[in-house]
């Protein structure tokens, strides 16, 4: 079996304990199915570019540039080296910076997760203390990475033999949970109804929320 390549290397750093880590990605695309775009015309592919609003023209690589909006039709050009002056001082460290109960950990704003392990074998003692005190003390890590040209905001959690490093969504992400459930009126019901109901679910509980590999095709 081939090892998953690395998807960032650096350096897991607690207070005065610091240890190599890389980071593998945790799922895989293997399963999904992807669809090309054909023309109906003659069968072949067609492909997507960029083409300028007003012309229509395609715009080579070379002559794009990220823009912000500003104003209607007015933006403000951002050079790649400027990109990279905004991205975090650090791009191979992640420090944590506080703790937090596992218990208190909102799942909604977990989004993509990959694995955490040792680098090579000499840091493998010191990540196995921090992963064996976070677990011993049920906290998982919350820290800063740069990825894929990007910052993201993550929570390192002990999982195993090694540790689990999950993408945060940021707060203006989310769809506040009172704008959904607000309206929802708290209804008095038959006690008895509430035993059955836990009768069925302690028939059901499982040790593991894996799904099945039985999944629907998935698409784009």
Known sequence: MVAPRAAWKGFLKVGAVSCAVKVVGATSEASKIHFKILNR??????????ADEVTGE???????????????DEY????PDEIKKL?????HTLEVGEFVALADVDTRYLE?????????????EAFSVIRDA????KVAARSCIVLYQRGREVLIQPYGKGMV????????????AESVFG??????????LLEIAEMLIEKKVTVSIRPSSRTPMKTP
Do not use: W
């Not at 403000?76 to 050079?79: A, H």
């Not at 976070?134 to 003390?137: D, R």
């Not at 309206?183 to 008895?192: F, P, R, S, T, V």
């Open 165 to 176: 490093m999950t993408e945060l969504r940021t707060h203006d992400e989310m769809v506040s």
């Open 134 to 137: 976070m677990a011993s003390k």
């Open 58 to 72: 395609p715009v080579d690589a070379a002559d794009q540039v990220k823009g912000f909006e500003i104003n209607k």
């Open 112 to 124: 993509k997760p990959y694995y955490l392990i040792p680098a090579d074998g000499t840091a493998v």
């Open 183 to 192: 309206d929802l009126k708290k209804e008095d019901y038959d006690a008895e």
């Open 87 to 91: 991205k975090l001082t650090s791009q």
């Open 76 to 79: 403000i050009r951002i050079e």
């Open 41 to 50: 015309k003659d069968g072949l592919p067609v492909k997507s570019v960029y």
